[in-house]
């Protein structure tokens, strides 16, 4: 299907396994080592696994290392990574990956190594989030704007230690009904230069993907 498309890359998302049930961690697998911007792209992955996500990361595999190939990176036509996110045969492990926050950590550090990758490959391309660069864009200094820091599936409490680094109070609204389903923003801003500079010290603070949004 993806060579039929035609895509520009292929990632197959997996949990491992294993009969020594001690093994855990990540593990990033390409076709070949010569496969340069696979390569590149795993190893952005397992730097995400491995610093910010705080998971242990085995590295980056290729058919040599595994001593087989693997048919959805052998037969297609594009960049191509699969991806372990851990042992389910490791029962600390199949705990951790088992629960919402885990598996939103994990997805997160898949995202922002896709995110560091693809920013690297296509330099001319803007990947700022709409909300962003609508509330960023233009001539305009007035107005009432805000800073999201996240989003989630379920609620989480805005007393939540998660947010103790904070020196503003955070709000959680509901902005649909299915997936991310409520958002959490910080402060009210007259201009977008101070919700952008209020922006900048949140990621900081632990919140690196805040954006700045336009009040409705």
Known sequence: MANSKKVDYFISIHCNGSPNTEICGTESHVHSMSSLKSVKLAREFEKEFSTRAGRKSRGVKDTEDREHTLQVLLFTQMTSVLVECGFLTNVKEAAYL?????????????FRGMRTFLKAQHPTINFTPAAEETASSGTETTGSYTVQIMSSKEE?????????????????????????????TVGTFTT????????????????????VIKKN
Not at 98 to 109: K, R
Not at 161 to 170: C, H, P, R
Not at 192 to 211: L, Q, S
């Open 98 to 110: 088992n629960t919402e926050n885990g598996q939103e950590i994990i997805a997160s550090a898949l």
């Open 192 to 211: 977008k230069e101070a919700a952008e500079k209020y922006r900048d010290e949140v990621r900081k603070k632990g919140f690196p993907d805040a954006i």
């Open 156 to 184: 989480v409490s805005t007393k939540s230690a998660t947010f103790k680094k904070l020196d503003k109070e955070v709000k959680r609204e509901k902005i649909a009904d299915t997936g991310y389903k409520y958002r959490y």
